[in-house]
């Protein structure tokens, strides 16, 4: 079975913090992606890569940016947390372009 | 950009009653795909539906695709309380090689 982990199931973090979440595929996927998902609105694409060291926007990146040094592993960094960023952020992996995605638990993350 | 828009937002049923939810595009698909979120967890992969017209049953969870590409439906048959959860489609349609997801359904089941 594919297995996503992410690094954390619940944050807190004051308003101003850096904030990393991390996120970890084993079953060596090309695709990662990060998403944020908030009541009403469903899932949001804030960042994917197709390969290690590639990385491109979704659809709402202000106020984030990633990193891919391995092709297991995907960061996503809030450079100043903000309240507005208090969401669940999901983390996904997916063998190619447009195959299914495998999705971790999720880290729920507050900025106080 | 793409917009991908999914009907009803919530349904709540009798246990035994069917259920569907709707998903429409702007623009054409090249796939859909559908997932299934039960509260508390993270979504997880259900089908892929790529062909104009497909048809594609799991026991009781029918899937269709429209035969323009633009439409897709999600039917579940006589629901059972563990059928409970928020049901996403998932759709590429742009030529950006990045799927967009509707807003969900979130399906309650009284038993």
């Known amino acids: 079975d594919v297995k996503v982990t992410q690094s954390s199931r619940y944050l807190v973090k004051r308003t101003g913090e850096k904030v990393f979440l991390e996120c970890v595929q084993d079953?060596?996927?090309?695709?990662m992606f990060w998403y944020r998902q908030d009541p009403g609105l469903g899932l949001r694409l804030i960042y994917f890569?197709?390969?290690?060291?590639?990385?491109e926007k979704g659809d709402i990146p202000e106020g984030y940016s990633v990193s891919r040094e391995k092709k297991e592993r995907f960061s996503l960094i809030l450079e100043s947390a903000s309240t507005s960023q208090t969401s669940m952020y999901l983390c996904a992996s997916s063998p190619r372009v447009l195959y299914e995605q495998y999705f971790g638990p999720g880290t729920r993350l507050t900025v106080t | 950009g793409q917009q991908v828009m999914q009907i009803p937002q919530y349904q709540h049923v009798q246990e035994g009653e069917d259920f569907t939810t709707y998903c429409n595009s702007s623009t054409t698909l090249s796939n859909i795909q559908w997932y299934k979120q039960r509260p508390g967890g993270h979504p997880v992969f259900l089908i892929q539906?790529?062909?104009?017209?497909e048809v594609k049953k799991q026991k009781r969870l029918t899937f269709q695709f429209g035969e323009a590409k633009k439409n897709s439906s999600l039917h579940i048959t006589a629901t059972q309380t563990t059928d409970v959860g928020t049901y996403f489609c998932?759709?590429?349609?742009?030529?950006?090689?990045?799927?967009?997801f509707g807003k969900g359904t979130l399906l309650t089941v009284n038993p």
């Open positions: 890569s197709y390969d290690v060291k590639m990385k």
């Open positions: 079953m060596d996927h090309e695709n």
């Open positions: 998932a759709g590429e349609g742009g030529s950006n090689y990045k799927l967009t």
């Open positions: 539906l790529v062909k104009s017209g």
